[in-house]
């Protein structure tokens, strides 16, 4: 078992930048930063290999979101600048076994979340 902690969500307006941080109880899991706005489904924004070494992006957040992972605190972060009000949603870090994927179903371990939300 993998308990994952967020932080770092608040209130921002469009154009400012925010950091996320996931704390993870152990382990070196590819993890993968997703998001849910209110009404839609869970999506895929980022993830990042066990060592570092490979990053992927979705399409919404390429060039504006950074993922990057320090194994000796055990931590992700999701750098997220020119953040628009469509970025609005609660921001969930989760683990999988296995190399680099988009989909929810490949990640076994979730944190609880944390809410960011843009204004104009």
């Known amino acids: 078992q993998v308990q994952l902690v967020e932080s770092g969500g608040g209130l921002v307006q469009a154009g400012d930048s925010l950091r996320l941080s996931c704390a993870a109880s152990?382990?070196?899991?590819?993890m993968g930063w997703f998001r849910q706005a209110p009404g839609k489904e869970r999506e895929f924004a980022a993830g990042?290999?066990?060592?570092?070494?490979?990053?992927y992006y979705a399409d919404s957040v390429k060039g504006r979101f950074t993922i990057s992972r320090d194994n000796a605190k055990n931590t992700v972060y999701l750098q997220m600048d020119s953040l628009k009000l469509e970025d609005t949603a609660v921001y969930y870090c989760?683990?999988?076994?296995?190399?680099?994927?988009?989909?929810?179903?490949?990640?076994?371990?979730w944190g609880q979340g944390t809410q960011v939300t843009v204004s104009s």
């Open positions: 989760a683990a999988s076994p296995g190399v680099v994927r988009t989909s929810v179903e490949y990640y076994l371990y």
């Open positions: 152990r382990g070196t899991y590819t």
């Open positions: 990042i290999s066990g060592s570092g070494g490979i990053t």
